[in-house]
């Protein structure tokens, strides 16, 4: 069926436009300041959008469905993970593949993209590289013949099997760079982790072992530690370290859910030496800080790297406001309050919070100015900026003709609190509960079908199509000469 969206506000890159659009099969076919019904075909649903926002479907480009096995999977699968984001405006997600034994990594990429198969909206993957072995080039490029050209590095998880040895930076990053795949870091340097955690314990696994406590080293750290134990520090680090590797291969880095000051001022740092950085943070460094971390309900606040400091915030708000900040990504895993509290040992909990079926309506509530430079910001951070850098553009992250039907349309006067009731995750708690918002989102079309509307999820279980994607645009013209 036909759909035209009557009388909205266009958030294009250019600023807002009231105009109608006209949606034909999967894309978009027609936008002008006034669609005549006579031209229409029969039986098109016709949506009033009048005093509503019409954004190009959002981007979470970093979200962590079905993550894990038995009592530590998330509660999220890929249906239950995708249904909240399609509520939230979320047409497309980025998770990510492993690097599994004995499997090369289209093997495994395929082998993800078959676990998200009952996804509503559509997806793309970064794949994990936890091992450098000689020959991975090949694989590197029957990977990107597969349409997965971002890969995934973690400087820290030893424990989960997913920490790349250092010493394969180098020689990764020059295939990286001559292949032209997006290389997205997790960055805590594990160094410095590791050091601070020599003064403690054995990890506790159980409420059993060893008894709770607050922040004694001679006993399990509980939430509240978990800054300390891996401290912004860590990250700033880890961003220059890989950083200064990257610009000797002139391979430009994105840097997942930087959380603190230091971590930015590494970013703008290794941006000064001339690296093109890609800058990522997630609504819950925006929005809460460490003191979250205290009390009953401080596990549910746990993720990594930790809750920061009011400064810490308020500085990556600078860095948002600024434009220092690409892109913004709810790192969405979500665990069940049990799964949360099973350990008083903040390592020994499952770290991650839920987020991608309130983040549209927190960001707009946070950025600032009128509503025209709250949509075009949020439009950028959460659509049009991840769907350039992931290579998903002209398809997505735009109102174009000729492009994917792709949309949030969005009511910025909807106002209320977060609460239980609201709630879009199987994990069943939202750790932005009792936060005021204004502006959310009320209708999401994927490539011309409704997949969400009046806080139902309309789209069916497998509506979501696997995306490849191309050469992401932080390449182009870059370096400028070598
Ligand atoms: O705590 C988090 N962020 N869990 C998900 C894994 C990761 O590091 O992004
Ligand atoms: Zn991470
Ligand atoms: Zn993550």
């Known amino acids: 069926m036909d759909l035209l969206l009557r009388g909205g506000n266009l958030v294009l890159e250019s600023g807002i436009a009231a105009a109608d659009l006209l949606i034909r099969g999967e894309t978009i076919a027609r936008i002008a300041p006034s669609i005549d019904a006579a031209t229409l075909s029969p039986g098109t649903r016709v949506i009033d959008c009048a005093g509503l926002l019409v954004f190009p479907g959002f981007i979470d480009a970093h979200t962590h469905f079905g993550l894990g096995e038995g009592a530590s999977r998330t509660a999220d699968g890929f249906y239950e993970g995708s249904a909240a984001a399609a509520l939230g405006g979320v047409t497309t997600f980025i998770d990510f593949a492993d690097q599994i034994p004995g499997k090369t990594l289209l093997q495994g990429a395929n082998i993800r993209i078959g676990e998200a198969a009952d996804a509503v909206v559509d997806f793309a993957l970064h794949q994990g590289i936890y091992r450098f072995h000689e020959g991975i080039g090949e694989e590197l490029d029957e990977l990107a013949r597969g349409g997965v050209r971002a890969l995934k590095l973690f400087t820290t998880y030893k424990e989960f099997g997913v920490f790349l040895d250092p010493g394969a930076w180098e020689s990764l990053f020059s295939?990286?760079?001559?292949?032209?795949?997006?290389?997205a870091i997790?960055?805590?340097?594990?160094?410095?982790?590791?050091?601070?955690?020599?003064?403690?314990?054995p990890v506790g696994f159980s409420k059993a072992s060893p008894p709770p406590s607050s922040a004694s080293s001679q006993s399990a750290p509980g939430p509240g530690m978990h800054p300390y134990l891996r401290p912004a520090r860590a990250e700033a680090s880890a961003i220059m370290k890989t950083g200064l590797v990257a610009l000797r291969h002139h391979l430009p880095l994105y840097f997942v859910h930087v959380s603190s000051a230091e971590g930015m001022d590494a970013v703008r740092n290794l941006r000064r030496r001339g690296l093109r950085v890609i800058a990522e943070t997630t609504p819950h460094y925006l929005l809460l800080t460490e003191d979250r971390l205290g009390g009953e309900d401080g596990p549910l606040f746990l993720m990594t790297p930790p809750l920061r400091s009011l400064a810490d915030r308020s500085a990556l708000l600078e860095a948002l406001a600024s434009g220092e900040i690409d892109i913004v990504a709810t790192d969405h895993c979500s665990y069940t309050p049990e799964q949360k509290k099973a350990s008083a040992d903040c390592r020994a909990i499952p770290a991650g919070v839920p987020g991608t079926g309130e983040a549209?309506?927190?960001?707009?509530?946070?950025?600032?100015?009128?509503?025209?430079?709250?949509?075009?910001?949020?439009?950028?951070?959460?659509?049009?900026?991840?769907?350039?850098?992931?290579?998903?553009?002209?398809?997505?992250?735009?109102?174009?003709?000729?492009?994917?039907?792709?949309?949030?349309?969005?009511?910025?006067?909807?106002?209320?609190?977060?609460?239980?009731?609201?709630?879009?995750?199987?994990?069943g708690y939202s750790p932005y509960e009792g936060l005021a918002y204004r502006g959310a989102p009320v209708m999401t079309i994927l490539r011309g079908r409704v997949v969400a509307e009046r806080g139902r999820c309309t789209g069916a279980r497998g509506a979501g199509a696997f995306l490849e994607c191309g050469v992401s645009e932080i390449f182009s013209g870059y370096p400028a000469a070598r």
């Open 186 to 201: 997790h960055a805590e340097d594990d160094e410095i982790i590791e050091e601070i955690a020599k003064a403690l314990p």
């Open 360 to 427: 549209a309506s927190l960001l707009f509530t946070l950025l600032p100015g009128d509503i025209e430079s709250k949509a075009k910001a949020l439009a950028a951070l959460f659509s049009r900026n991840p769907a350039r850098i992931f290579g998903l553009s002209p398809k997505k992250g735009s109102l174009e003709t000729g492009t994917d039907a792709d949309i949030a349309i969005f009511d910025p006067a909807a106002s209320g609190i977060i609460s239980k009731a609201s709630i879009r995750t199987a994990a």
């Open 175 to 183: 295939l990286c760079a001559e292949k032209r795949l997006l290389v």
